[in-house]
């Protein structure tokens, strides 16, 4: 087991919480003995060898990774071979965040195994992301681009698209009115307005 | 299943980024719980198997999990700090009711005691009269500013002690730094920032116009 792993971006990043609860499937390699639990559909008291799982990364990282692993791991299918070719032909095509809503994170952290195809894996998701990025930007540019298309990025690509927009709007206030306003920040102008929806319910 | 109630945790924080969700106390009860069976489960396996190979892949099962569970416990309560943290400079030193409520009392301590260092730091610095660092927070430009109330306000007072009406839907010119904090908080007034050059304009050729006026009204008186 790695006792030294280290947290990107750091250790409270809720994204990186999140990716990293994605799912794997695991094979158990050796008896575990009472953690039979963490099987649902066998009674047993102790995890038997040849199980299968699907457990969280974190939890498959740190039961594959050691001298004498515990399981192992089969890499979810869009990492795999068949996968990369769709990427390869066109990855502007793919709803990327149906695949995976952590597509890039979690790809990193799953390149960390041991796994034929886990080599060539931090290439792929440059190259999908260095492909796709020009799309990204040219959404983000234009306004006349549905906001709610964030919701089919995957989080990478829609942090960049959220604040690409965001710096967008600014530029094009600066053209308009110029500096030196004041508004209402956003946090408080949120509060006001849940704040009203709350009130009109409560009315009904 | 294992440290599935940590990630729920966090869950509900990344589901409401721009508020804060009430402390949910019982969760992390529940964790924490769950934190102290695992660790009384590794300490006996530890004291009466220790040379057993297979106690110790439990024991490493079981403490992924622990890990596991503090960072997300971790992350819950310091990323709850950052946000808390942020209010103070949007929202002032007073939280309103609806925020107030879904803090901890800790959480509440925290947020006093952090607006006591900030008052103390703002209040030794700037020559001896202090300087309020969460105001003209964008470079100022005029001292004026228009403003339009979009609510009733009733009477504002300046510094100085001079007052004046805000009724709903009346526009004013009235000093920048009196009422930004009126214009970022209490969301009860607009601006725009062309219409106040236009009036300014507007504003001094009146003046240059009544000037004029008073010079030709003592011109003619003498």
Partial sequence: ?204 | MFGRRGVELVKELDQSLDSIPPFNEELITEILEEMQRLYNENRIDVNTRPDDHETYLSIKVRHAVLKRDKRCILAYLYNRLRRIRQMRWEFGSILPPEITVSLSKPEVQWFDSYSKCLATYMKSIGDNHGLNLTSDLAPPKSLFIEVKCIADYGKFEFGDGESVQLKKNTYHLLPRSECEQLVRQDGCVLLSPRSLTVNCKRHCERKDQETKRESLSACRSL
């Fill in chain 1, 1 to 204: 087991m790695s006792l030294c792993s280290s947290y990107k971006p750091n250790y409270f990043s809720i994204d990186d919480i999140l990716a990293t609860e994605e799912r794997l499937s695991c094979k158990v390699l050796q008896k575990v003995p009472r953690l039979g639990f963490m099987d649902h559909s066998s009674e047993s008291k102790d995890l038997k060898p040849g199980t299968k799982l699907e457990l969280s990364f974190w939890l498959a990282y740190s039961m594959n990774k050691s001298k004498d692993p515990i399981a192992s791991i089969d890499i979810p299918k869009y990492y795999k071979e068949s996968y990369r070719e769709i990427l390869n032909a066109d990855a502007c095509a793919i709803e990327l965040s149906k695949w995976n809503t952590y597509f890039y994170e979690f790809g990193l952290h799953v390149a960390k195994f041991d796994h034929p195809d886990c080599e060539k894996l931090p290439e792929l998701l440059l190259k999908t992301f260095k492909s796709r990025f020009r799309l990204v930007m040219d959404w983000a540019q234009n306004q006349d681009t549905n906001p709610m298309i964030a919701s089919q990025l995957p989080m990478l690509e829609r942090t960049i698209f959220l604040s690409g927009r965001k710096s967008k709007e600014q530029l094009v206030y600066w053209f308009k009115i110029g500096g030196g306003g004041i508004k209402t920040t956003e946090l408080i102008a949120n509060h006001k307005k849940r704040k009203r929806s709350t009130f009109i319910e409560n009315e009904r």
